[in-house]
C-alpha cells in the first residue's frame, strides 16, 4: 500500500488537487473533514474545546462557532497550540480509522490531505510528499476570494502555518499551482503517473509504511482469527 502525502499552504490549492486525485479513483483522507467532526457536538474533542475555551465559541445550538473560535486561535499563537494539543490525538485518531477502512476495502494507493502534514510530523508515514505551492500573493488573493474574510484574518492564517517555501523544500514533489485550473490539470497527469508507480521496497522502508502495514495485517489478522474461532465455537 501507498500512502501519499498531500500538503501546502491554506488555499494553496490542496482540496483542488484532492479532487483530481478523487476524479481519477482515488481515494483522499481530508484532515479537515477529521477535524470538523472531532468537533461536532457531543463528542470528545467538542467537550475538551467547550470546557477551554468557554460559552463564548458555542452556539444555541450547542455546535462550536467555528468563525469565532478561528478568530481566537489564529491571532493569538499560544491559543493556537492549546487548541492543536487538544485537538490533535482525536484527528491523528480520526484519521488512522479513515485509512484502515480503506485499506480493508483493498485499495492500493491512499491520498491523506493534511494542511499540518509537517507541522503535525504526520510526514513520516507517506511517500511521496506532494507540496502544492504557490506565490504569497496569489494565496491571500485566493483566499480572501474563496472566504470573503478582511485581510487581516487572511495573513493570521497564514502566518500560522510553516511557511509555504519552507514546505516545498520538504517535499518529494511540488506542484505549483500559480497558474490557471488547465496548467494545474495538465501538471497534475505527470504526477498522477508518477504516484502511481509502485513503491520500491527502501522508499516503503524508509517512509514507515511497513511498520503500519505490519500493524495493519496483524490486527486485521487477529480480527478475523476471532470471528472464525467464534463462528466454529457457535456450530459446536
Ligand atoms: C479553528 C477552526 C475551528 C476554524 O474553522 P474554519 O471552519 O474557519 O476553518 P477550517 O477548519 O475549514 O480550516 C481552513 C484551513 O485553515 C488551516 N488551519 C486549520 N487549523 C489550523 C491550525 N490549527 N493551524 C494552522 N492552520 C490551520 C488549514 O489550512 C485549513 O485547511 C478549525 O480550523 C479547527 O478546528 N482547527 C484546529 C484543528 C486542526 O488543526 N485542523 C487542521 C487539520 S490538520
Ligand atoms: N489554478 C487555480 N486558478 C484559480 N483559482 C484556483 C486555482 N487552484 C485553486 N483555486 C481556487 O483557490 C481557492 C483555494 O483552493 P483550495 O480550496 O483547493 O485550497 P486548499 O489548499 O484546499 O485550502 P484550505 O487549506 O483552506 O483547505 C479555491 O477557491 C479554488 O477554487
Known sequence: MRIVGLTGGIA???STVSNLFKSHGFPVVDADVVA????RKGSGGWKKVVAAFGDEIVLEDGEVNRPRLGQIVFSD???????NRLLAPYIARGILWEVLKLWVK?????????????????????????VVWVDPDTQIQRLLARDKSTEEDARNR?????PLDLK????????DNTGSFDDLSQHFQKVFLEVSKPLTWAEFWRSRQGVFTILASVTSGVVLFIKAFNNHTNTL
Do not use: H
Open 168 to 175: 516545498r523544500g520538504k517535499a518529494d514533489i511540488v506542484i
Open 77 to 83: 499563537p499560544d491559543k493556537r497550540q492549546f487548541l
Open 36 to 39: 470538523r467532526e472531532v468537533l
Open 106 to 130: 483493498g485499495y492500493k494507493v491512499i491520498v491523506l490531505d493534511v494542511p499540518l502534514l509537517f507541522e503535525a510530523k504526520m510526514d513520516k508515514f507517506t511517500k511521496p510528499i506532494i
Open 12 to 14: 494553496s490549492g490542496k
Open 158 to 162: 497564514v502566518n500560522a502555518q510553516m
